[in-house]
T-cell receptor
Framework: GEDVEQSLFLSVREGDSSVINCTYTDSSSTYLYWYKQEPGAGLQLLTY?????DMKQDQRLTVLLNKKDKHLSLRIADTQTGDSAIYFCAEINGGTSYGKLTFGQGTILTVHP | DAGVIQSPRHEVTEMGQEVTLRCKPISGHDYLFWYRQTMMRGLELLIY????????DSGMPEDRFSAKMPNASFSTLKIQPSEPRDSAVYFC????????????FGEGSRLTVL
């Protein structure tokens, strides 16, 4: 079945860039997502990328997709303390399991002042 | 729209008791999902519905868990009898048919079974 893996922890200083990495196994993934979970809250969609794209930029966020290596990354420029949260990578195979996302285990980002 | 609404936000109960968690999805959304989050297992999909019909319940741990969606604006997740290992945060999420994976999550119900 599908599998999505992420490193568990990332610690950066305020103002630096953060890069969160994700690998997935389903070569038929149609969309890949980054969700953010703040303490005591549900997940919130940050951004997503179609599988036929290499890169997507949205303000401070840059998503890079290497489809050959099945590797997805999220770069946060000028990281702020408010960016401290858990970040989940997720994928969907629109052809066979519409609506059903597979999530990674989440990366805990800690931003130090 | 108020977003996905879950209740209760917190529930503490004793082993063996019945627990009912409730969810009101965003109006107009056709998909409803129940997830469970724990430190050990991360985020697990329990069940999801499309147009009130259960599509995939393969993530439901065992017969003690059941979920219903009697209409488009309400769903319940029931655990009977509850056990300490059911302690977790349970999330409900909804999604519209034209969306391709943007789930809108509720704030979760934190369940503690003593």
């Amino acid at each position: 079945g599908e599998d999505v893996e992420q490193s568990l922890f990332l610690s950066v200083r305020e103002g630096d860039s953060s890069v969160i990495n994700c690998t997935y196994t389903d070569s038929s993934s149609t969309y890949l997502y980054w969700y953010k979970q703040e303490p005591g809250a549900g997940l919130q969609l940050l951004t997503y990328i179609f599988s036929n794209m290499d890169m997507k930029q949205d303000q401070r966020l840059t998503v890079l997709l290497n489809k050959k290596d099945k590797h997805l990354s999220l770069r946060i420029a000028d990281t702020q303390t408010g960016d401290s949260a858990i970040y989940f990578c997720a994928e969907i195979n629109g052809g066979t399991s519409y609506g059903k996302l597979t999530f990674g285990q989440g990366t805990i980002l800690t931003v130090h002042p | 729209d108020a977003g996905v609404i879950q209740s209760p936000r917190h529930e503490v109960t004793e082993m063996g008791q019945e627990v009912t968690l409730r969810c009101k999805p965003i109006s107009g959304h056709d998909y409803l999902f129940w997830y469970r989050q724990t430190m050990m297992r991360g985020l697990e999909l329990l069940i999801y519905f499309n147009n009130n019909v259960p599509i995939d319940d393969s993530g439901m741990p065992e017969d003690r868990f059941s979920a219903k969606m009697p209409n488009a604006s309400f769903s319940t997740l029931k655990i009977q009898p509850s056990e300490p290992r059911d302690s977790a945060v349970y999330f409900c999420a909804s999604s519209g048919t034209r969306d391709t994976g943007e789930l809108f999550f509720g704030e979760g119900s934190r369940l503690t079974v003593l």
